[in-house]
């Protein structure tokens, strides 16, 4: 309750309080809350219930409680603390982000202590838990607990009602019985943080088909087709698919690309969306003479979700991000497309790629990898190179990774090297300076390292800005494309579960061989290579979703998403698909960022294709249909021949 409160306060006027919101909150926030105590005393329960009575006295037992009533204690203080410093960051209770966070310690944990006093939490914790079970030693509650659990009866009435109870909240209430409010901020704050953890653990992978709204495979495939549909376009025979050739008439181009991925970029830290901080001159020097996207936005709010949309360019599909499931190698990338144009591909990050799976889900789809490798990781297995940054080539490092600066000098010689062999290249650059604990190199910009965000997007623009003065002397400058572009925005809370202004990143394409100009059209970041493989006028085989936006049959629209709500919005309509086959529907107001409910029926074009995106995009990675085409060679290597003899074979046939 003291946790609750301390998050209201801190959400201030976002929660758009009255009356009846103020005890739904607090009475909702109080049954989770029950079902937490109840769930956390599961296993005493259990141990009451096989520990022999004739024991209970013991020196052992007597041990063992308060052993086990510390450890608990001490896990209910911590996340007292710990859903503080969540909530700070997210703007939400625990969920499938934290979950996520537990794999990778070394990244949290230092990323906590470099940005929070970790030893004094720490010591806070451990003073807090160390009085209040000397309180329950002053009042003797062990000893009456000793002396009331001597009675098999006792015990076995005490765990079937406790079971009973864990039975009713293990399949009747979950965390969606608190999103009952429109308000994202209300909803948060009735759930409880522990409840909502376990909650976020159990529904880690989400069937689309079991929980959200369908149409049947073949008429959903038939909306998304008639989408995707141009004159340049020709799909294959196979109605379940999305597979197509793109056929351009016009003179094709083949320069170097390097996409720079730009850590927790939201748009309007640019003075060109509005900024009056004055945080980004070299960018929004750049936006002046790119290709900009102005109104482009992101498909979710975690990197893994930027990568698969800038990799994959798919909708976002319930529960994990692709870059983070299994059965994800091969699949037809943005990656894969330029190596059938005979380029070298390249992943570069620069943290220790083991984290979100990057360097699994990157290497085995035929990427390079050059990382900041760490000792003690486990080693991976995935198919491409890997190429760790030495300690002698990185002058700055925190909790997440190398400075900006120092991964593109790693860009930079890797080009170098590319060049001198004579090769092609397109890389996918991912950035880390822009996230907390915000510390960057000294002396390099106004504003001390560690001091907040506006420093570190000031770096981030920096680093940027000695990037392209290093590179503007180096021989295959000339031939290069430097897209630019977020992975999502820095926050994605907002008074509505599906923020629409908070998705809003900027990309830009520098050094194209046309005009500078701004592309103004409602687009996606799955939308941004058909656009640009569009401007180069490349023939080539595709299964993505993403549209060249700037054909005449384009139709603007972009896909956000969370790990469960899925968003299409469409001109000023936002329809969101949820769990128990829930569609909302709203109007959308840039203006304003204002969200009104509307009715839209189910046979509505807007809502169908909101929900045949969805479903066939869960439907294609589910059933293999991402993966790339085989070559030849890769057939004939399937069937244990060559080449030669495959072909043979395939002739005699």
């Given at each position: ?36 105590v109840v769930f956390i005393t599961v296993p005493y329960l259990l ?164 929980f959200y709204k369908r149409l049947d495979n073949k008429s959903a ?378 009715h839209l029926p189910s046979d509505n074009p807007v809502v169908m ?45």
């Open positions: 309750m003291v946790v609750r409160i301390i998050l209201f306060s801190i959400s201030g006027s976002a929660v758009d309080l009255s009356l009846i919101s103020f005890f739904r909150i607090f009475f909702t926030g109080l049954l989770f809350d029950f079902g937490t141990y009451l219930l096989v520990f022999p009575l004739k024991w209970n006295s013991s020196l052992f037992n007597r041990i063992a409680t308060r052993v086990f009533f510390f450890l608990t204690l001490t896990i209910v203080i911590f996340s007292f603390f710990a859903e503080i410093v969540f909530w700070q960051e997210f703007e939400s209770r625990f969920n499938f982000i934290a979950v996520d966070y537990l794999v990778y310690t070394y990244e949290v944990v230092s990323n906590i202590n470099q940005s929070y006093p970790l030893p004094i939490l720490i010591g806070s914790i451990l003073i807090i838990v160390t009085i209040i079970q000397f309180l329950f030693e002053k009042r003797r509650y062990f000893q009456k607990s000793f002396r009331g659990n001597t009675v098999l009866k006792d015990r076995v009435v005490l765990s079937s009602v406790f079971s009973s109870v864990i039975l009713i909240f293990a399949l009747g209430i979950n965390n969606s019985f608190a999103e009952k409010s429109t308000n994202r901020y209300q909803n948060e704050l009735a759930k409880a943080g522990i409840y909502s953890f376990f909650s976020a653990f159990r529904n880690n992978e989400l069937n689309y088909d079991a495939f038939e909306v998304v087709r008639r989408q995707l549909k141009n004159p340049s376009s020709y799909f294959e025979s196979d109605s379940f698919s999305i597979g197509r050739k793109i056929a351009d008439s016009g003179q094709s181009i083949n320069p170097n690309v390097i996409m720079i991925t730009i850590e927790s970029f939201s748009a309007d830290f640019m003075t060109r969306f509005g900024n009056r901080e004055g945080l980004t001159p070299v960018l929004d020097s750049l936006a002046e003479k790119s290709i900009l996207f102005t109104n482009m936005y992101a498909t979710g709010t975690r990197t893994v979700r930027g990568m698969e949309a800038l990799s994959v360019a798919i909708p976002p599909t319930p529960g994990n991000s692709i870059v983070r499931r299994q059965h994800n190698e091969q699949l037809t990338t943005i990656g894969s497309i330029f190596r059938d144009k005979r380029y070298n591909t390249g992943f570069f990050y620069g943290g220790d790629g083991y984290f979100d799976n990057m360097n699994q889900y990157f290497g085995n789809n035929g990427y390079t990898v050059t990382d900041r490798k760490r000792s003690g990781i486990i080693a991976e297995q995935f198919a491409a190179e890997r190429h760790p940054i030495p300690d002698s080539l990185v002058n700055f490092e925190n909790a997440w990774g190398i400075c900006d600066e120092d991964l593109y000098d790693a860009v930079i010689r890797d080009a170098d090297a590319q060049m001198a062999q004579g090769k092609a290249f397109y890389d996918f650059v991912m950035t880390t300076s822009n996230h907390r604990p915000y510390t960057y190199p000294a002396g390099r910009i106004d504003i001390p390292s560690g001091t907040g965000r506006s420093g570190a997007v000031k770096y981030t623009d920096y680093a940027i800005g000695r990037f392209f003065e290093k590179i503007r002397s180096k021989p295959w400058y000339k031939n290069t494309i430097i897209i630019l572009v977020a992975d999502h925005c820095a926050s994605s809370a907002g008074k509505n579960e599906i923020d629409v202004s908070k998705y809003h990143i900027p990309a830009m394409v520098v050094n194209m061989p046309m005009p500078p100009t701004a592309i103004d059209q409602l687009c996606s970041q799955i939308d941004l290579y058909p656009t640009l493989f569009s401007m180069f006028n490349w023939n080539y085989q595709s299964n993505l979703y993403g549209q060249d936006v700037l054909s005449p049959e384009y139709v603007p629209r972009a896909f956000l998403g969370t790990y469960q709500k899925l968003a299409y919005l469409q001109h000023d309509s936002v329809v969101i698909l949820s769990p128990q086959q829930k569609v909302e529907s709203f109007k959308y107001s840039f203006a304003s960022n204002e969200q009104k409910p509307i294709e909101a929900v045949a995106n969805y479903q066939t995009a869960y439907y294609l990675f589910k059933n293999g249909g991402l993966k790339e085409h085989p070559s030849l060679a890769d057939t004939a290597r399937q069937a244990g021949t060559t080449g030669l003899q495959y072909k043979v074979s395939k002739a005699g046939n």
